[in-house]
C-alpha cells in the first residue's frame, strides 16, 4: 500500500504551517519562575556547562509530594551498565554513556496499531526505509491522533517536571518539547544512568500521576520508545532546530517560543 493511499485510508493529511494557533493548548501564561532551565541561554549549548541543575523549588516540589523524603523515583534508574545496541519490539535502540541522543515517546493511543503494522510491512518488503517510516509516523502523531492527553496544561506540566527533575544529575537535558500525543527529548547521557532506565523513570512516574488527574486506570504510554545517537555537530542542530519547531510544524502556533512545554520557550521566553 502506498503512503498516500494509506494516508487516505486513515483520513491523514498533512497540517499546513499557516494554521490558527490553538488556544487550548500550553500551560499557564506569563509563567517565569517554574523550575528547569528558565531562560538559560545555554541549553543545547556546548559540553562541559558548569551551571547545570535540576529544577527549581517548583519541580522539586512535585516529586518531593509524590514520593516523600525518601525519592522513590531515584529506585526506578540506578547505576547499571550500558547494553551497547539492542534491539527490542523491533526498534533498534542504543544505549551508551556521554553520547548526544534524541528520544521520543508517545501516548499508547497517538498511533493506530493498523498503521504501525503496515509500514513494517513496507520496510520488510523494502518499499521504504527505516527512516522513512519514522518519518511517516512523526507525521501521523503530528495530526494529532488519540485522546492527546499531554494537549491539557496540567498534564503536560507532569511530563516536563518528569524531564527536568534529574537534569544535570544522570543526564543533561538540551531540548525537549512536549507534543498534545508524542514527547521529544534531547540529552547526553552520563555514566552509569542506562537510557532506557532513564526513559523508564519518565514514564512511569509521569503516566502515574497522569492517570491520577485523569481520574483513569490503564496504559498511559506506548511501552517502547524511539532513540538515535548524535552524528556530528550539524546533525545536533538540526535535531534541535526539529524538536523545537514541531509544534509550528504541527500547526498548533506561529513561532517556536510561543508552545510553553518546550525548551525554546524558557530559553527565549
Not at 483520513?11 to 499557516?18: E, N, T, V
Request: proline share 6%.
Amino acid at each position: 500500500m502506498t503512503d498516500v493511499h494509506l494516508g487516505r485510508q486513515l483520513g491523514i493529511q498533512a497540517l499546513p504551517d499557516s494554521q490558527k494557533s490553538r488556544q487550548d493548548v500550553g500551560g499557564p501564561k506569563g509563567r517565569q519562575n517554574v523550575g528547569g532551565p528558565r531562560s538559560r541561554q545555554d541549553v543545547g549549548g556546548p559540553r562541559g556547562r558548569q551551571d547545570v541543575g535540576g529544577p527549581g523549588p517548583a519541580g522539586t516540589a512535585v516529586f518531593q509530594t509524590a514520593y516523600g523524603p525518601n525519592d522513590q523515583l531515584s529506585a526506578t534508574v540506578r547505576a547499571d551498565e550500558p547494553k551497547g545496541w539492542y534491539s527490542r519490539n523491533y526498534l533498534p535502540h542504543l544505549d551508551a554513556p556521554e553520547i548526544y541522543q534524541s528520544v521520543t515517546f508517545r501516548l499508547h493511543d497517538a498511533l493506530p496499531a493498523d498503521v504501525v503494522r503496515n509500514l513494517e510491512e513496507q520496510v520488510h518488503s523494502r518499499y521504504i526505509t527505516d527512516t522513512q517510516k519514522r518519518r511517516r509516523i512523526e507525521t501521523y502523531m503530528d495530526a494529532g491522533y488519540g485522546a492527546c492527553w499531554l494537549r491539557q496544561p496540567e498534564i503536560a506540566e507532569i511530563v516536563q517536571q518528569s524531564l527536568w527533575y534529574f537534569d544535570g544529575k544522570r543526564y543533561r537535558l538540551l531540548a525537549w518539547c512536549v507534543m498534545p500525543n508524542h514527547v521529544h527529548v534531547v540529552i547526553e547521557t552520563f555514566n552509569g544512568y542506562p537510557l532506557y532506565k532513564i526513559v523508564q523513570s519518565w514514564k512511569s512516574y509521569s503516566a502515574r500521576e497522569a492517570n491520577k488527574r485523569l481520574g483513569r486506570h490503564g496504559a498511559f504510554w506506548h511501552r517502547d520508545y524511539f532513540d538515535r545517537y548524535v552524528r556530528n555537530a550539524e546533525h545536533y542542530e538540526r535535531l534541535i532546530f526539529y524538536v523545537e519547531h514541531n509544534p509550528v510544524k504541527a500547526g498548533l502556533v506561529h513561532r517556536a517560543e510561543e508552545w510553553l512545554f518546550s525548551s525554546v520557550h524558557y530559553r527565549t521566553g
